[in-house]
C-alpha cells in the first residue's frame, strides 16, 4: 500500500458530540494515526428519525468525509449504524471500509452476560431497528435481549451543564424495565450515554455489568486497518480535526467534556435538510 494512502485520516461521524466518547478511544489506542470527525450537529438528534432519513444522512456524511480523504470510515452513532452501516458497507465496498458499533458492543455483551438477560438502552430508532437483536442473537444464540428506548436521553446529555434531577429522574425511569428484567449486563446504545455512566450504574446496581462500545470499536478499527494494509508509522504522533453542520463554538465547547482533550478550531460545513449537500 502507498505511503499517501496509509497515511489519510480515519474518518467519523455521530450525529453530534456522543462520538468523541468512541473518537477518544481510538486517539488513545492508535495515537500515530489521523482522524478528522464530522458531527451533524445541525440535524441532531438522530434518535427518532426514519430509516430512509438515517440512510440518506450518512450516505452524505460518509461522502463528506471521503472527500477530506478518509481511508477508514467509523460510524460512531448507534442510531446511524443500525439503519446505515449494511447500505454504507454495499455502495462503499472497493473504495472504503466501514466500522459501526453495534457489532462491538453485543460481542462484549455476549462475554459479560452470565445469565443470558441483556439490556440495551438505546434511542427509538436503534431500538427500533432490532439491530441489536440480531447482533446479540449471532453473538450469543442463547441470549435475550431486554430493549429501552430512551427518547429525552441523549438531548439531555448533548444540552450540557450539570446534570440535575431531569438526568438522573429519566436514567431511573429507563432502567427500571432492566431491574425488573434481571439483567447483569446492559448495553449503552448511544454514544452519548458513557457521560452518565455512573449516573446509570448507580440505577442499576454494583452487579450488572455496563457495556459501551468505546475500546471494542478502536480494537475494530485497528483490525480493518491491518486487513487493508493502512496502518500509519507507528513511531509517528497524529492530529485530529473537526467538522460540523451546526454552530462551531457550541460544538466545541458541548465536546471538549465529551473527548476530554482540546479540540481547537472547529471548520463548519453544510447540510441540506433533506439529506442533499447544499452548495457553499
Known amino acids: 500500500m502507498a505511503a499517501t494512502e496509509r497515511e489519510q485520516p480515519i474518518g ?3 450525529s ?4 468523541l466518547t468512541v ?3 481510538c486517539l488513545v489506542s492508535l495515537p500515530h494515526e489521523d482522524f478528522v470527525y464530522l458531527g451533524d450537529t445541525a440535524r441532531f438528534p438522530y434518535g427518532e428519525r426514519s430509516r430512509d ?5 450518512a450516505r452524505e456524511l460518509a461522502e463528506r468525509l471521503l472527500e477530506e480523504g478518509a481511508k477508514l470510515l467509523v460510524v460512531a452513532c448507534n442510531a446511524a449504524t443500525s439503519a446505515a452501516v449494511p447500505a454504507l458497507r454495499e455502495e462503499l465496498a ?3 471500509r466501514v466500522v459501526g458499533v453495534v457489532t462491538p458492543e453485543s460481542r462484549l455483551a455476549a462475554q459479560a452476560t452470565r445469565s443470558g438477560r441483556v439490556g440495551l438502552l438505546a434511542t427509538p430508532a436503534t431500538v427500533a431497528s432490532g439491530a441489536y437483536e440480531r447482533a446479540l442473537a449471532e453473538a ?3 441470549a435475550s435481549l431486554v430493549p429501552v428506548a430512551c427518547p429525552e436521553l441523549a438531548p439531555l446529555i448533548q444540552a450540557g451543564g450539570e446534570w440535575d434531577e431531569r438526568v438522573v429522574d429519566a436514567v431511573e425511569s429507563y432502567c427500571a424495565p432492566l431491574r425488573a428484567a434481571e439483567v447483569d449486563a446492559a448495553i449503552l446504545g448511544c454514544t452519548h450515554y458513557p457521560l452518565v455512566r455512573p449516573i446509570i450504574q448507580r440505577a442499576l446496581g454494583r452487579g450488572v455489568e455496563i457495556v459501551s462500545s468505546g475500546q471494542a470499536i478502536a480494537d475494530d478499527v485497528e483490525a480493518a486497518l491491518a486487513a487493508a494494509g493502512l496502518e500509519n ?7 485530529y480535526r473537526f467538522l460540523c453542520s451546526g454552530d462551531p463554538e457550541s460544538f466545541r ?3 471538549t467534556r465529551f473527548l476530554q482533550l482540546p479540540l481547537g478550531e472547529v471548520r463548519h460545513v453544510e447540510v441540506a435538510p433533506d439529506g442533499m449537500r447544499r452548495a457553499a
Open 12 to 14: 467519523v461521524f455521530d
Open 16 to 19: 453530534g458530540v456522543g462520538g
Open 23 to 25: 473518537l477518544h478511544e
Open 53 to 57: 432519513e438515517l440512510e440518506r444522512f
Open 94 to 96: 472497493g473504495r472504503v
Open 140 to 142: 450469543a444464540p442463547g
Open 233 to 239: 508509522d507507528p513511531a509517528r504522533r497524529g492530529t
Open 253 to 255: 465547547l458541548a465536546g
